[in-house]
């Protein structure tokens, strides 16, 4: 019979079947992969026929656990929050307190085969390692998905107020500009296509106001298209499309401050991260849209029809640029406010609401 405490595969931190790379479905995989490991090796034990295959789930169990321990530990090294690193730490400790005595409860069932109380024994030390691993579910369910606050304390009803007098029915307000417009074809209009698909990733959230700027910051863009293919709109002349680049990249630096509040209250480095290399580029590509802008707007309607193009091209390829990474910023600021503390939250001026879910 194998040594089952001596296994270097007790203590050891292989590669799993399964990744701890999501907050929590892969944290339940993991405890159902060690629930399934032992059940059969209380299953084998109690009958006493197959000493090896007991030991092959005992071991995998063991395995299991290691790599729970493991991916806490990294979970913990890449928060900032003292009070989640604390619980990571804590309930790490007691997943790895509780191997060893699963282990070696084990090895004497499997050693005095039909001894009831040393079965008996074994299931208890299994459950307690199981109960650890549950126990980190809870503490990062816990943490990314915080309770909701308490509701406020009942006011007393005021009296009723006489009604108002009735108003004059006002018409229906028109649709907004915006979704009057079919969708732009981008072989014919790469500009306003991107600026359309900005305009629909900012629509995903009730506004607030990083998704007004990018909104308005879409709708400028737009604006910028009609003008350089020639097209009739709210940019009337060359001036008016150098200050269109001039607010589009003044709306720009309010997103990077916007972002990097976010990013400075997130409590998660990767994600903090993240935001931080997205806004870096704002910056640039702003910058170089004002150049290209009165590059492009010198050589509208000249004589010298290849540069008119070669204009055009770079103002694309820079507006695309500029439209994706507001995009990216978008989706990792709202990502990165689940990781700020919910007492900061109030703070940053930016609530995220998914049309249809419930408020971050």
Avoid at 5 to 11: A, E, K, N, T
Avoid at 93 to 110: D, G, L, R
Avoid at 113 to 127: D, W, Y
Wanted: with cysteine.
């Amino acid at each position: 019979m194998v040594d089952l405490i001596d296994d270097p595969l007790v203590h050891d931190t292989p590669s799993s079947p399964f990744s701890l790379s999501s907050p929590l479905s892969d944290y339940i995989h993991a405890e159902s992969m060690l629930r399934e490991e032992l059940e059969a090796a209380k299953t084998i034990t109690r009958a006493g026929t197959d000493p090896q295959t007991a030991f092959k789930h005992i071991a995998t169990a063991a395995r299991t656990a290691n790599r729970v321990v493991a991916v806490v530990q990294g979970e913990s090294e890449n928060s900032e929050d003292p009070t989640f690193k604390t619980e990571l730490a804590s309930s790490s400790q007691a997943i790895t307190a509780a191997i060893a005595p699963m282990v070696t409860s084990a090895k004497t069932c499997i050693q005095q085969v039909g001894n009831a109380s040393a079965h008996h024994e074994f299931c208890v030390k299994a459950e307690n390692l199981a109960q650890a691993v549950h126990d980190v579910y809870n503490v990062v369910d816990t943490h990314y998905n915080p309770p909701p606050p308490p509701p406020p304390p009942p006011v007393e009803e005021a009296p009723e107020r006489p009604p108002l007098p009735a108003e004059p029915e006002l018409p229906p307000r028109p649709p907004s500009p915006e979704l009057m417009e079919a969708v732009p074809l981008q072989s014919v209009d790469p500009i306003g296509y991107a600026a359309h698909k900005l305009d629909k990733d900012a629509k995903q959230w009730e506004d607030n106001e990083m998704v007004a700027t990018a909104r308005r910051m879409a709708k400028l863009f737009m604006q910028m298209s009609k003008f350089a293919r020639g097209e009739e709109g709210e940019v009337r002349s060359k001036k008016d499309f150098i200050n269109t680049a001039r607010m589009i990249a003044k709306e720009s630096e309010d997103v990077v401050k916007m972002a990097r509040k976010v990013a400075d209250a997130c409590t998660d480095k990767r994600m903090k991260r993240a935001i931080l290399q997205l806004v870096d580029k704002l910056p640039t590509i702003s910058t170089q849209l004002k150049i290209i802008a009165a590059v492009k707007a010198t050589r509208q309607g000249g004589d010298d029809a290849a540069a008119d193009r070669e204009a055009t091209e770079m103002l694309t390829d820079n507006a695309k640029n500029l439209m994706q990474a507001l995009s990216e910023v978008l989706f990792a600021t709202e990502a990165a406010t689940i990781r700020v503390p919910p007492e900061q939250r109030a703070t940053l001026g930016l609530q995220w609401v998914k049309k249809g879910a419930r408020v971050f």
